[in-house]
């Protein structure tokens, strides 16, 4: 067999006959952007978006320098850093089809646990313009018992102790803002691209909370001179297996040891707010919009907690992957229920949107059967997902006498969830923060299923509620007793209840 050709910078003229490549000079490429976190979602999403742009003329400014922030993220540092920054991205086409192509927007990457400074440096660098964000749904760190951020996290008690060798997020922006306003460098966007209800507002919030301890002198420049746009992302993108690596190389010829693999589904509505310009986005797909709250509001409530509901029931009952939940005609039917008697009431404010189409399609998009969606991955961290993606919905059909049974049900099989095995006894990979503190929450519901609510940082006040309780526990003994599928069919054969 041929050997492979390894992805790198001097290899991709040769590689342009079998794949599409970056036909732009990339040595001509500057980072105008700096992005924190680089996994699979940057690099099938923005990066991809600034790849498409940098084909067109005038708009070499906005590469990409690609920070890895913590220690686990040096696997994917290192790999950039041996492939010059490129990678595979791979599109698995509904039809089985596969539309790989190498992006090239990445130009920079630094490795944040290695050089600190360097990354305060470049983050202050005057040819920085914006700063985007992934760092998940926990990154921004707040305490859903107050709302408010978490002062006391170890990692930012030690920012504050140690401000130029920070860890997090908030300390590296505050060193580098505070370099900013010293050196007389005016504005700087702040961009989040997390699943984060007003994102923009929240990173703002949090930041600014973390600055008024750390360095309250700096808030009134910040004020003046830094934006933080909301954003709505969207794009699937599951991990990368070995199978991928090994089909890329197989097919293709093409050793890349870590391509991202998404869905070919992409979209991105951008509040437009830069405090310093932007890249042309709208060019290459992006929408600029003045709000996007709802746009936000519908895809978190609809497609992420759409994806909790399969992913939480779906491992109880044993599937591996979210087209396997989701072909379950009772699951199937479930979430259908849940998206049009408990979430459809709570999204008024969309103006121009069929939210029949955007549901169908949502379904269509959980049944791709070749990205092979991870159970694992959509139910990882659900500890800060569920407030976000379930919660509100939760909230407002309380407050507006509406019906909640399915979130009820899933959030009372999150807890056998938390128990850590499925229906048939095998031990389920938990993967989150608070996995020991759900686990031990999921214990002590089992004598009184209204314990697992006590968790305020997830649930916030809810077990105050009693008709939500109630619907929690009668839900809870069902699941014990008969089981998801068996309860998940009553439920569906039943109209309507609280
Ligand atoms: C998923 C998201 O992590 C999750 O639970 O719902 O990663 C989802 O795939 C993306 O937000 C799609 O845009």
Known sequence: MKEATVLKQENLKGLS??????????????????????????????????????????????GICGVALLERDEKIYQTLKAQDGLYTLIVKELDGRWSPRVIGSMVEYMFAPENPKAVIHKIANPATKIVSLTITEGGYNIDEATGEFNLKNPLVQHDLA?????????????????????NQVKGLTIQSCDNVQSNGKVMKKTLFAYVNEAQPDLLAWMEKHVSFPDSMVDRITPVTTKTDIEKLRNDYGIEDAWPAVCEPFIQWVIEDDFSTGRPHWENVGAQFVNDVAPFE???????????????????????????????????????RGFMDQEVTPTLSDL???????????????????????????????????????????????????????RAAFVLAAWAVYSLGKDEKGITLDIIDAMKE???EKAQAAQKEPKLFLEMKQVFGSLSNSKPFVDSFTRNYNNIVTDGIKKSVIAINSKTQTK
């Not at 140690?162 to 010293?182: C, D, H, I, S, W």
């Not at 939940?325 to 979430?335: C, I």
């Not at 990882?380 to 049974?405: A, D």
Request: with cysteine; proline share 3%; net charge neutral.
């Open 17 to 62: 006959s079998v794949i599409k490549v970056p036909t732009y000079d990339r040595s001509r490429v500057k980072a105008g952007i700096v992005h924190i976190g680089i996994g699979g979602f940057h690099r099938a999403h923005q990066a991809f978006y600034c790849d498409q742009l940098l084909h067109e003329n005038n708009s070499e400014q906005w």
């Open 162 to 182: 140690n401000p130029e060798n920070p860890k997090t997020v908030f300390g590296y922006l505050t060193q580098a803002l505070k370099m900013r306003k010293e």
């Open 297 to 335: 509001k519908m895809k978190l409530s609809l497609l992420n907690a759409g994806h909790s509901v399969l992913g939480i029931l779906g491992a109880l009952i044993g599937y591996d992957t979210i087209d396997q939940a989701v072909q379950d005609s009772d699951l199937n039917t479930f979430l």
């Open 351 to 405: 103006d121009g949107v069929n939210l029949t189409e955007y549901k169908d399609s949502l379904i269509a998009r959980f049944a791709n059967i070749n990205i092979k969606d991870q159970v694992a991955r959509i139910c990882s961290e659900s500890s800060s997902k569920i407030p976000i993606f379930i919660l509100p919905t939760v909230l407002k059909q309380l407050q507006q006498n509406g019906t909640y049974n």
């Open 437 to 439: 503190e759900a686990n």
